[in-house]
């Protein structure tokens, strides 16, 4: 069974720079294919794609947010973090990861997502 | 990178069929067969219902399906039920990035 889980700061001020931790169970980004991505949704609004890592360390990011965003994985804890800097508050959203299957290029299992807000 | 365009609500009768379209670019949905669908139910994790265009994942119901002609993706809901109200998002991949698109909000008439 796969499980993922967000954890990270609930309020952060702007300007500051925003550490989101995934902490996921079930299997192993040394697995041809799979990978671990995070996308957000600022309350009452759209899903926004950010970012995901795969098992090579192939990153891919959002165009508009790629030189505010980092995400990098450590294998050994089960863990992707995803950094992003120079905060606002429109970034004031509920961020999700998500696993990513070898077999498609879908978010098959989703953590229950952590809300942060940005604000001073 | 634009987000896809999504009508903001459909609705139907129980029982009724219902479309959902998504209208991108040549950049993402014109260009690859890589569009997914997730539904999402208030205050929950979106889930996968359509992926590559058509495919449906292992224990989604038949009702979904999906399709694409040109730049527009299409997911249609058949004999809509209630656990069927809920947003949809459809989503691309565009190259060196996904893109999800602006949501619908499925309802009852």
């Known amino acids: 069974q796969i499980t993922l889980k967000e954890s990270g700061p609930t309020l952060v001020k702007p300007t500051q720079t925003l550490t989101l931790t995934c902490t996921f169970s079930?299997?192993?980004?040394?697995?041809?294919?799979?990978?671990v991505g995070w996308i957000r949704q600022p309350p009452g609004k759209a899903l926004e794609w950010l970012a995901l890592i795969y098992w090579d360390d192939d990153e891919r990011y959002s165009p508009s947010l790629k030189s505010r965003l980092t995400i990098t994985k450590d294998t050994s804890k089960s863990q992707v973090v995803l950094t992003m800097t120079n905060v606002d508050p429109v970034d004031t959203a509920t961020y999700y990861c998500a696993h990513r299957p070898p077999v498609a290029d879908i978010f098959d299992s989703w953590g229950q997502g952590t809300l942060v807000t940005v604000s001073s | 990178q634009s987000a896809l365009t999504q009508p903001a609500s459909v609705s139907g009768s129980p029982g009724q069929s219902i479309t959902i379209t998504c209208t991108g670019t040549?950049?993402?949905?014109?260009?690859?067969?890589?569009v997914s669908w997730y539904q999402q139910h208030p205050g929950k994790a979106p889930k996968v219902m359509i992926y590559?265009?058509?495919k449906r994942p292992s224990g989604v119901s038949n009702r979904f399906s999906g399709s694409k002609s040109g730049n527009t993706a299409t997911l249609t809901i058949s004999g809509l039920q209630a656990e069927d109200e809920a947003d949809y998002y459809c989503?691309?991949?565009?190259?060196?990035?996904?893109?999800f698109g602006t949501g619908t909000k499925v309802t009852f008439l």
């Open positions: 590559e265009v058509s």
């Open positions: 079930g299997f192993s980004l040394n697995t041809t294919g799979v990978g």
């Open positions: 989503c691309s991949y565009a190259g060196s990035s996904e893109v």
């Open positions: 040549r950049s993402d949905v014109g260009s690859y067969n890589l």
